[in-house]
């Protein structure tokens, strides 16, 4: 076999073992040309409910965009609606209520990311009716994290 075809594939290979790790660098496969233009198309008074979106809106502002309410608001806007007591997230709070849920705490339990800092974290790509496993860890200096797992791996975006 050609030399530079088998230097290729064992750089395949280290590339491959590297981004199998627990928490990787910029996980969110766009170019940074892609990057750039997201971040150029966020606006401070815009609603954004996908995980490019709300990651380069949180690393532009230091915060979640206005459609996002914590837990306990959702809750009360979820009884407020229909007049039912709430009881478990089996329904999509985007599609019922118009806001998407953020903003608490994410204790990092697992301890799969940096223990020097406080995160928050916020659903993202809300799907049928639920809210899914996808979710932005995010520090308020504008570090986010992307995990489409509910907290088995994290990958960097910010």
Not at 64 to 86: C, D, I
Request: one cysteine or more.
């Amino acid at each position: 076999m050609n030399k530079n075809i088998i230097k290729y594939l064992l750089l395949l290979v280290v590339a491959f073992i590297l981004s199998c790790g627990k928490v990787g660098e910029v996980g969110n496969n766009v170019s940074s040309s892609s990057s750039q233009n997201i971040l150029d198309a966020i606006s401070e008074t815009g609603k954004y409910t996908a995980k490019d979106s709300v990651a380069a809106y949180i690393y532009l502002f230091k915060k979640l965009p206005s459609n996002y309410v914590n837990k306990a608001t959702g809750q009360t806007l979820y009884e407020n609606k229909t007049g039912n007591t709430f009881s478990k997230w089996n329904f999509n709070p985007w599609t019922l209520l118009g806001v998407m849920i953020g903003g608490d705490v994410f204790n990092n339990n697992e301890g799969l990311l940096p223990s020097e800092n406080s995160y928050q974290e916020c659903d993202v790509d809300y799907h049928d009716n639920s809210r899914g496993t996808k979710r932005l860890i995010y520090t308020l200096n504008g570090i986010v994290y992307y995990t489409a797992n509910h907290y088995e791996s994290f990958a960097k975006i910010y």
